[in-house]
């Protein structure tokens, strides 16, 4: 199953979208409101990375995949619980939909019969518009922290890494040569894009921003990356992007707001505005963990679906209680598990909880319903690969409550619906 691009086409969703991804991009658009506008986006999938970061053949072993943000231990429990084994498709272009072309009126290309794909010609995207690197999006995809991840990972690669650095300009934007194949856009031929892809991995999300000129004739392909959420996890920093995102839009506004009981409409359109931010910022960390593209699945139930389709199925729970977080826990991303509605219930109503070994525990109130435990799905341990160190402090402070709690409803001083609900 492909990957499904988004396409937006109109402005005041694009600049939305992408307003926690770049200052730069934002304020180009501010500075041009009557250009012709259109955002393709997507993560990356198996069959956009470079082959020389990933297994191209079913005989070859889960450790070439090199651009995966997952241990070799990772991914085999990860084909354990999906039943299925990774990808192994040999296409590396970075597929685009045919929106693209159209945008900028340039030809698609179709296969010559008889003709391997290696054999066509590889038109370049530059004599249609003029392509740009948004540098202010690109200080994580630096060949040296591709190497960082590699080394925390226990991953070798074989690289020289000399080889890969990129040189920005010292403008807001990289101008870049870019050819399209027939699977997508991406070559060798292209000397800047094709290093940069070496630190281009699975899950991250790459935002081809189309824009067309009329007045000036003129077409531009802006690229702006995203690292998937595993990445600053797995290396220890917070998200910088999502840290300025929050500071530009009054992170102290949008704590207060989030907290209070009854919002008028305009905040009731702020609050939701970032609650959809950070359930993405979930999910995306999530796709890491299936061999379908998109896919999620809940870790406490293995409940499976296609976030961009049925991901309303799925709440993004906070582990400490909103209402208790102080204005960074409430914001942090190890403060969460997205989790189908009916677990979501449960474990923001602290009738289950989950130790450090992933075993869930019951309350006492349903721990002897084992039909309602085989009807949740709440049957298996909790997939240990989300229980990082930080998750598992927050887990910690879940567990008190929970016996907090657990000795209260024993007394008869509370109910199971007096608990604070989690705002987000």
Known sequence: MAARNIVVEDYLKIK????????????????????????????LTHSDLTNSGKRNGMGETLDRNLLYYLTVEEMEETERVNNKPFESAKQSNIFVPSEFYKFLEMPELTRREGAQTTQHDHPIVNDYANVYLVN??????NIEFTKMVFEK?????????EKYKVELSDDEFTNIQLTHAIHG?????????????????????????LVKDNEKNIKYV??????????????????????KYLEQNNKQEIFELLKKDNLSAGEVVKTRKNQSKWRRLLAEEMMNFTSTPEEIFCPLT????NFNSAGTLFRASHIKEFANCDIDEAFDINNGIIMVANADALFDKHLITIDD????????????????????????????????????????????????????RKMGIIDIDSSEENVL
């Open 16 to 43: 939305e979208y992408l307003s926690d991804k770049s200052a730069s991009i934002i304020k180009f658009m501010e500075d041009n409101p009557f250009c012709d506008y259109m955002l393709i986006s997507k993560h």
């Open 302 to 305: 293995y409940i499976t679906t």
């Open 153 to 161: 990972l226990n991953k070798t690669s074989g690289w020289d890494y």
């Open 357 to 408: 070994d992933g075993e869930i525990i019951f309350s006492f109130l349903i721990d002897n319903d084992q039909k309602l435990k085989n009807n949740l799905r709440l049957t298996d341990r909790v997939f240990k690969n989300i229980l990082t160190p930080e998750r598992k402090k927050y887990l910690e402070y879940h567990r008190e409550v929970f016996d907090t709690m657990e000795v209260a």
């Open 136 to 141: 202010d999006t690109l200080k994580y995809f």
């Open 222 to 243: 802006f690229i702006l990356l995203e690292k998937n959420p595993k990445f600053y996890t797995i290396i220890g920093e917070s998200n910088e992007l999502w840290e």
């Open 185 to 209: 856009i991406g070559t060798k031929e292209d000397e800047v894009f094709h290093k940069l892809r070496r630190s281009m991995f699975k899950n991250d999300t790459i935002n081809l921003l």
